[in-house]
């Protein structure tokens, strides 16, 4: 079956996939990522993949607003120190200028540089950097592992999301009868993100439930209509309560993972691929959504504003 076409048709982003630590072979880098970057190439996407670089400021997230990128998919895999100062000051300013973001984290304090961020970082909880409110233990498994830590499932399973209707954009497909995408990646230990009340413009998207408490959790939360401090609409952001959607062994676990993951695997995706693929069009809602152009932007283009993201002329219809 071809990729479903959602609305209109959409031109090609510029897409930045990068990780928030240096190649280290034997943990999340960006090669672990690698499914996830055909399945945006597929779609028609040109996807520069790349993990961070030793100097204390990235060479390009400290610059990123300079450079010509659409979007950033932000894998945070750090414990802590993943971006610098420089870093997320360059990736503010891409938000500024209309870049799109997408943020990923995990577990506890497993990409807790996503603070620094803004609105973004106040979606995160973590377990010692903005924490949830009435937060507990969930994952009772691995004792290694504090909250915020949702049990979802196991890695390489399927976990049921739930949603308010009408059903956010990103949730839509063609593939199901319900017209929403009903099954994400599970993991046994997801983080934390919300939609503060403050936050007019942020929404959840999704619900996951945990398999070991019942307690329900988000999955992910959109930002869609911030105004900058300068009067002026940021760019859309996602902010996803683990990279484990995303991952390779979390898609196919014969992919392999760090050593250091321990849980025994699920082969339920194996036995069952189609809601897999079902899933694959929340990536390309996602890349769209994100691509979708604030009027400002259109507008810096058109007065020779070089910066202004290719696609800020991508006005859908």
């Not at 970082?121 to 009772?140: T, Y």
Request: proline letters at 7%; glycine letters at 8%; charged letters at 25%.
């Amino acid at each position: 079956m071809p990729p479903a076409v959602l609305g209109h048709a959409h031109a090609m982003a510029k897409i930045l996939l990068q990780t928030t630590i240096v190649d280290i072979p034997d943990d999340w880098n960006v090669g672990r990522f690698s499914l996830l970057a055909d399945e945006l190439a597929r779609a028609g996407h040109e996807v520069t993949a790349r993990n961070r670089d030793e100097a204390t400021d990235d060479s390009v997230l400290s610059v990123l607003d300079t450079l010509d990128y659409d979007q950033l998919w932000l894998m945070a895999v750090d414990t802590g120190n993943g971006l610098s100062p420089g870093d997320s000051a360059g990736i503010m300013r891409f938000r500024e200028r209309g870049g799109g973001v997408l943020t990923a984290r995990d577990h506890q304090d497993l990409g807790s540089c996503l603070v620094c961020l803004g609105s973004i970082g106040q979606l995160n909880h973590f377990h010692n950097q903005n924490p949830e409110p009435h937060a507990r233990r969930d994952d009772q498994d691995n004792p290694n592992i504090s909250w915020p830590n949702y049990h979802s499932g196991a890695n390489g399973a399927y976990q049921p999301v739930t949603t308010d209707e009408p059903a956010h954009e990103l949730l839509r497909t063609d593939r199901n009868p319900s017209g929403r995408i009903e099954w994400f990646p599970a993991h046994p230990h997801e983080g934390a993100v919300s939609a503060p009340p403050e936050y007019d413009f942020a929404q959840v998207v999704g619900r996951g439930r945990s398999t070991v408490s019942g307690r329900t959790f988000n999955l992910a939360v959109a930002l869609d209509g911030e105004t900058m401090a300068d009067g002026g609409p940021a760019g859309r952001a996602v902010a996803c309560s683990t990279f484990h959607h995303f991952a390779d062994m979390n898609w196919d676990i014969d992919a392999g993972a760090p050593s250091f993951v321990t849980e025994p695997p699920s082969d339920e995706m194996k036995r069952d691929p189609a809601r897999l693929e079902v899933f694959k069009d929340y990536v390309r809602n996602i890349a769209r959504w994100l691509g979708a152009r604030a009027e400002h932007n259109a507008n810096a283009r058109e007065n020779g504003d070089v910066r202004a993201p290719r696609s800020a002329a991508l006005a859908e219809g």
